[in-house]
């Protein structure tokens, strides 16, 4: 019911500055928090960021100061500002969406991924 659609990856020099997006379609309401994650070849998709309806943001700490996640909440998307990139940066990046009923997870949702190469 819920769409998840990632577009901005793309490939950029280290230092360099991408922004991500994650529009949402579909039942909407059955997302009350959005994230970001990402997976590098070999290794374990990992936690980037989050935000939740109020507002509240949560950062992986290799992120933070140089990350920042908001939304547009008239148009159900999500961004992802990634400043002073590294080479580890470079991984698919994931978007997510759930709802979440206190502590039980009711639904999940992810998108098709964009992939972010940093190399020079």
């Known amino acids: 019911q819920v769409q998840l659609v990632e577009s901005g990856g793309g490939l950029v020099r280290p230092g360099g500055s991408l922004r991500l997006s994650c529009a949402a379609s579909?039942?909407?309401?059955?997302?009350?928090?959005m994230g970001w994650y990402r997976q590098a070849p070999g290794k374990q998709r990992e936690l980037v960021a989050t935000?939740?309806?109020?507002?509240?943001?949560h950062y992986e700490d290799s992120v933070k100061g140089r990350f920042t996640i908001s939304r547009d909440n008239a148009n159900y998307t999500v961004f992802l500002q990634m400043n002073s990139l590294k080479p580890e940066d470079t991984a698919v990046y994931y978007c997510?969406?759930?709802?979440?009923?206190?502590?039980?997870?009711?639904?999940?949702?992810w998108g098709q991924g964009t992939q972010v190469t940093v190399s020079s």
């Open positions: 935000i939740t309806p109020g507002g509240s943001t």
């Open positions: 579909g039942s909407i309401f059955s997302i009350n928090a």
């Open positions: 997510r969406g759930w709802y979440r009923e206190g502590v039980v997870l009711r639904y999940e949702y």
